[in-house]
T-cell receptor, first 111, second 110 residues
């Protein structure tokens, strides 16, 4: 069964708007990571948040983690057309450093 | 930052053929992973390795096999390809703050 599920499945916004994606998971984690995938190619690591952290920033990215609700959110501020991609959350439960990926959110940013 | 390379990028092959997907990395990292991803879907771990001579099956059952004779290489082999093996195969190595992925091999078995 899936460890992570994301919503929405797809999101379409205009350039300059903010995009928020949510991820829910089922078991305790060591950390949670977010990745971007362009056009079905390899994934690019965006940000990692540890289980003892509640919020983290990196450039236009803001990630929150609520371990009591087993959920995380990724906020992309002032979106650009180049942000168009699929975004995946991934959880590390500490078992062999294996990551379990969520179902992904497809983000479309239009001009 | 690790460099990780996968070849071929695309492969179309007939049913019953034996294939090997190559994955190599240049940074000497011990932990490497193979994921399978159908179009628009999530990634599923099929194999991983902690280092030379270490290989383990992942969460998704796969008919493929892997080997880790050298740190740099983590090839994946299908002895007899079938249409059900059509998918994208992604190789990754682990850094301290997350995975670095190769560009993937998109396999089509006809």
């Amino acid at each position: 069964s899936q460890q992570g599920e994301e919503d929405p499945q797809a999101l379409s916004i205009q350039e300059g708007e903010n995009a928020t994606m949510n991820c829910s998971y089922k078991t305790s984690i060591n950390n949670l990571q977010w990745y971007r995938q362009n056009s079905g190619r390899g994934l690019v690591h965006l940000i990692l948040i540890r289980s003892n952290e509640r919020e983290k920033h990196s450039g236009r990215l803001r990630v929150t983690l609520d371990t009591s609700k087993k959920s995380s959110s990724l906020l992309i501020t002032a979106s650009r057309a180049a942000d168009t991609a699929s975004y995946f959350c991934a959880t590390d439960t500490g078992t062999a450093s294996k990551l379990t990926f969520g179902t992904g959110t497809r983000l479309q940013v239009t001009l | 930052e690790a460099d990780i390379y996968q070849t071929p990028r695309y492969l179309v092959i007939g049913t019953g053929k034996k294939i090997t997907l190559e994955c190599s990395q240049t940074m000497g990292h011990d932990k490497m992973y193979w994921y399978q991803q159908d179009p628009g879907m999530e990634l599923h771990l099929i194999h991983y390795s902690y280092g030379v001579n270490s290989t383990e099956k992942g969460d998704l059952s796969s008919e493929s096999t892997v080997s880790r004779i050298r740190t740099e290489h983590f090839p994946l082999t299908l002895e007899s390809a079938r249409p059900s093996h059509t998918s994208q195969y992604l190789c990754a190595t682990m850094l301290s703050e997350g995975y670095t992925f190769g560009s993937g091999t998109r396999l089509t078995v006809v």
